[in-house]
């Protein structure tokens, strides 16, 4: 820390109790109070430094008073100051240090300590340290801009915090990497592979190391709020990146807010954090303030601030009751990248004074909603899928796609909850575009879950809650799982099992076609190269026997379908009557074994349940080889 030293003479105050003494040999003839202070003086070297104190000496004198006491009510910083000014008057050496030196300017220029009383007065003094040494070092200037706060109003009068501002702001605009300053401090000195260094900000052949961005966050955390805003404004005026302004904002945030703390992991939370100070931490109104002040300050851009830091602050600004602009302002943000947000950071505490609900549905549907009316309003398109219904192209998912799959993870989580109403439930499922899902498997389960923690609803109201699926967007898995679920309604199973039966006969009609275009290619590369002779009868003949087998598949799928649509209309009949036996009787007549199996709804898995459907893509894998062989045998 730089520092100057004023005066020649040796130190000759001594303090007993609350008092201090001159010990030169003459007995003090002005006794000076300062708050619960008294200074043992003498006159003349007061007077002769101190305009303010000339006229109070020159006044006691006309009154005649015996004793000449002198009250000092208001000189800047009190006693420990004037202690300082005191010695500067008797010629004592005196230690200027960026920690010092806006008391002492602040308290010369109260009592008229200019050049008029004495060359080389104390304003002088303190003001050359001030721009010559103070403003040119960092650190220096975060020292001097931290004592401001308590002598603010003089320091304001005297430009010092506008000073100590600006040259922060264009310290922290510059590259650092380019001057000594505060590499030099922060990351110790520079050397290239040689051994040289850098010099007084003087490169001399070192490479400079890459600095980041962050370099001056911690120092400036322990600026009051009203001076960290100024700053920050002037870093802005000055066209510094908003990202560094972001991060800056979250650093101060989360060292004097100790909720935003309490749910990072390990390595979020050791990661170039400074621990918070020691001492009482700011009462909840100040952190309310605090927190309020951050959301002003932080520029409205997507991807600036990481998502798990604005619900945080989210949280936080529930807890404190913060106003309602700045809970919408967070929702807002939270919006605009809702697809960064993990489940962790949508299960968000009901801190509403009812306590409905174990979390807050309400405030995640808000933020849903920013987020797809951003999506509109940045033309977002539905995704591009083929006839199947599925989502094409590559591997990764399109925002609104993983925001789909996220709210179908919260609903699952949510769902168990008895107080979470069914209009709440539909109304945030409803609230994601169909476009969004390529399968429903996710939604399902949530329905599933629903529906087995809320035993008492009404047929109504079950199958309301499954139109919001799609039984044709439910994998091979789901539908299997769906047909032997008891929970659901009977029309949605009778959907379901329709759906399967659908799907099985695409799939096998695809293994098919693939396979007969493969074996049909393969014979007509042999008989090409065979022999002129018999190649093309051998080809018309085996293209006969192929023939006849795909008729005879199509005689077989045309059947199913047959057997499909009858029992779906023997269910409809028997639906009316809603016994379980009538239904049993329907399952033994169409040959279908309808398992009452529960579904566990933590455990999220419907793959364990496809072994009916599996048993009935095995039957035809059967007949199909078998089709094979005989054409073996046939060549």
């Not at 040999?25 to 619960?36: M, N, T, Y």
């Not at 005196?94 to 304003?123: D, F, P, Q, W």
């Not at 400079?208 to 961005?213: A, C, I």
């Not at 098919?512 to 007509?524: A, E, I, K, P, T």
Request: a negative charge.
């Amino acid at each position: 820390m730089a520092c100057m030293k004023l005066g020649s003479k040796t130190d000759a105050f001594q303090r007993q109790g609350q008092a201090w003494f001159c010990t030169t040999g003459l007995p003090s003839d002005v006794v000076v109070e300062v708050e619960d202070m008294s200074f043992l003086l003498h006159k003349f070297p007061l007077l002769s430094r101190s305009g303010v104190l000339e006229r109070l000496i020159a006044e006691k004198s006309d009154e005649g008073e015996e004793g000449c006491i002198i009250n000092l009510p208001e000189i800047p910083s009190g006693a420990k100051t004037f202690e300082l000014v005191a010695k500067f008057c008797y010629g004592v050496k005196l230690e200027l240090t960026a920690s010092n030196v806006v008391y002492l300017r602040c308290a010369a220029e109260h009592l008229e300590m200019t050049e008029e009383y004495g060359e080389g007065n104390l304003i002088a003094q303190t003001e050359v340290f001030l721009n010559q040494v103070v403003l040119h070092n960092w650190k220096d200037s975060v020292k001097a801009l931290k004592t401001c706060e308590d002598v603010l109003p003089q320091a304001e009068d005297l430009h010092i915090v506008k000073r100590c501002i600006e040259s922060l702001a264009v310290k922290a605009c510059i590259d650092p990497s380019l001057f000594g300053w505060p590499m030099m401090e922060h990351g110790g000195p520079m050397q290239s592979p040689g051994g040289s260094v850098l010099w007084n900000g003087i490169s001399t052949g070192a490479r400079p190391r890459k600095s980041s961005l962050d370099w001056w966050y911690e120092d400036v955390s322990t600026l009051s709020l009203p001076l960290y805003k100024r700053l920050i404004s002037a870093m802005e005026s000055r066209g510094i990146r908003q990202e560094t302004i972001a991060g800056a904002l979250t650093f101060y945030a989360k060292r004097l807010l100790p909720g935003l703390n309490r749910r990072q992991g390990v390595s979020e939370s050791s990661a170039c954090l400074a621990p918070i100070p020691l001492g009482s931490p700011p009462s909840e109104e100040d952190q309310k303030v605090l927190l309020e002040e951050i959301d002003r300050l932080l520029p409205m851009k997507n991807g600036l601030t990481s998502t798990k830091f604005l619900f945080g602050l989210l949280r936080t600004a529930m807890i404190l009751r913060a106003s309602p602009s700045c809970i919408s302002n967070l929702e807002k943000r939270i919006g605009m990248q809702l697809d960064q947000a993990t489940l962790e950071d949508l299960l968000m505490p009901n801190f509403s004074y009812s306590m409905e609900t174990l979390y807050n549905v309400e405030c995640v549907q808000r933020i849903l909603e920013h987020f797809l009316a951003m999506d509109q309003a940045a033309d977002g398109a539905s995704p591009c899928s083929d006839d199947e219904g599925q989502l094409m192209g590559s591997p990764s998912l399109t925002p609104i796609t993983m925001v789909a799959r996220l709210i179908d993870g919260y609903l699952a989580e949510v769902a168990p909850d008895i107080n979470l109403k069914a209009s709440k439930f539909q109304s945030l499922a409803a609230a994601v575009p169909e476009y969004a899902r390529p399968l429903d498997d996710g939604l399902y389960r949530a329905i599933d879950i629903y529906l087995k923690a809320h035993p008492w609803l009404t047929d109504s109201e079950r199958e309301q809650l499954c139109r919001l699926m799609d039984c044709q967007k439910l994998s091979l898995e789901a539908c299997t799982h769906a047909a032997q679920n008891e929970r659901l309604p009977l029309r949605v199973v009778v959907q379901v099992l329709f759906f399967e039966q659908l799907q099985l006969r695409t799939s096998i009609a695809g293994c098919f076609l693939v396979s007969d275009n493969l074996d049909g290619s393969r014979q007509l590369r042999s008989g090409l190269t065979g022999s002129n002779e018999g190649g093309w009868a051998t080809a018309v003949r085996e293209n006969q026997v192929l023939k006849v087998g795909m008729d005879n598949m199509r005689t077989r799928v045309s059947e199913l379908e047959k057997e499909c649509s009858s029992m779906k209309q023997e269910i409809e009949k028997l639906g009316r009557v809603k016994t379980s036996s009538t239904w049993g009787n329907v399952s033994k007549k169409f040959g279908f074994k309808i398992k009452s199996q529960m579904c566990s709804a933590q455990e999220g898995s419907v793959s364990n349940q496809s072994k009916g459907g599996n048993a009935k893509v095995e039957k035809v894998k059967d007949k199909h080889a078998k089709h094979n062989k005989m054409l073996s045998v046939d060549e």
